[in-house]
């Protein structure tokens, strides 16, 4: 997975801190926000899980520190559920402007709620999800029931969650008294997907059903069985983000290329936007060539010649297993490490010049198993017939013709 640092502003000019995961091997197709719970962040170990699941489906997404919290600028004690939503109307605008605008949003926990309200606010979200998510917004007042007092007196009060002091001030309090999922919900009008543990001790697993009701189809409920509140089980978060992953794409619109087609072994195909990201038709196998980041490439997929090695390599294996089990050797294990480069001619029939190199695979070949010397010595002689050294060994000839 490639992570970048980003930074953005919000409404407020403030700084906001985040982490924008890309799929390694491909431009991803959608990008998603994702939310954190009340007073998390983005580090928070199930996001990192979730998003690793996202983007090996090919998903961008991008988590980051509300306003106060984290790494992100402003003071905690002025956000608010508004402040939130205004926060990721801000991250929407930086996706688009930089890279895709979202078409997920993924909430955990008060995040969930948030994302809800900002979902009508973003046009380019076609989709979202929720995880353990409170159907009411005075569910949060739980947290800090024996301060509201207080907080309704003072107009603040310094609240101990999860283990750390935050300070709550009365606007708070006031602001999501003015709001309500239940009415979002109805309007909301796009496919939702809730997730909850029936175990979960911290917001109740009626808050689901609640949530379920509430929302127009299509809807859909996963149960998170085993689960806690924060995913903390590394198993349980990645099964979350795989099963949001595999949700949502029903609903969104994947830009991915037509599937080529070919009549021969192989067709590649590059657009003049793509720099050298290639996309390839092997057999009946699709895959991606690309050259490294220092070459002007994404690296995304293995280099041309990463594939020859990659060939010789793979053919190099199939023939010294071939050739032990029709000898009824017991050949465990074959290993068979190739790189290519180029090396100076110091002794070259044909080269023009004396600072001619020649094109140069180095194989290296780990063999497993009860096997003598002469064995041994026999399969590195073997390894030497496998078709494909052969072809490389020997002069080819490429026919090039046009077709229209």
Request: aromatic share 8%; net charge negative; with cysteine.
């Amino acid at each position: 997975m490639n992570i970048q640092k980003v930074t953005f502003k919000n409404q407020e000019d403030k700084n906001l801190s985040g982490r924008l995961a890309l799929p390694v091997d491909r431009r991803p197709h959608n990008f998603v926000i994702f939310a954190h719970c009340f007073t998390c962040g983005k580090n928070l170990s199930a996001l990192k899980n979730m998003s690793n699941a996202l983007t090996a489906k090919g998903f961008g997404v991008l988590r980051f520190d509300f306003t106060g919290l984290g790494e992100s600028d402003g003071e905690f004690s002025n956000t608010n559920i508004s402040a939130n939503v205004s926060d990721l109307i801000a991250a929407a605008k930086f996706l688009e402007e930089h890279h895709s605008a979202p078409s997920l949003l993924i909430g955990h926990s008060f995040g969930g709620a948030a994302i809800i309200f900002a979902a009508e606010k973003i046009p380019s979200v076609h989709a979202v999800a929720t995880i353990a998510s409170p159907a009411s917004l005075d569910h949060i007042t739980h947290l800090f029931k024996n301060d509201l007092a207080n907080i309704e007196q003072d107009g603040l009060a310094e609240v101990h969650i999860g283990g750390r002091n935050f300070t709550i001030k009365k606007q708070f309090l006031d602001d999501i008294a003015t709001k309500s999922l239940k009415p979002t919900l109805k309007n909301l009008r796009k496919p939702i997907l809730i997730l909850h543990s029936p175990q979960d001790q911290i917001v109740g697993i009626h808050n689901a059903e609640e949530l379920y009701v509430n929302a127009f189809h299509p809807k859909s409920f996963i149960s998170l069985d085993g689960a806690d509140h924060l995913l903390s089980k590394k198993e349980d978060s990645m099964y979350a983000g795989s099963l949001i992953a595999s949700w949502a794409k029903r609903y969104l619109q994947a830009a991915e290329k037509d599937l080529l087609q070919t009549e021969e072994d192989v067709v590649a195909s590059l657009d003049d936007e793509d720099n050298f990201t290639t996309q390839m038709k092997v057999g009946s196998h699709y895959m991606t060539a690309d050259e490294p980041i220092d070459f002007g490439g994404n690296n995304y997929g293995p280099s041309p010649y990463e594939l020859i090695s990659a060939g010789l390599s793979a053919c190099t294996a199939m023939t010294l297993q071939m050739y032990a089990k029709r000898k009824n050797w017991p050949l465990k294990n074959v290993k068979v490490h190739t790189s290519y480069g180029k090396i100076h001619a110091e002794d070259c029939a044909n080269c023009e010049t004396e600072n001619s190199k020649i094109d140069t695979f180095t194989r290296q070949i780990k063999i497993n198993g009860q096997l003598d010397e002469k064995q041994i010595g026999r399969l590195l002689e073997i390894a030497d017939k496998c078709p494909v050294h052969k072809t490389l060994h020997n002069e080819a000839t490429i026919l090039t013709n046009r077709i229209d």
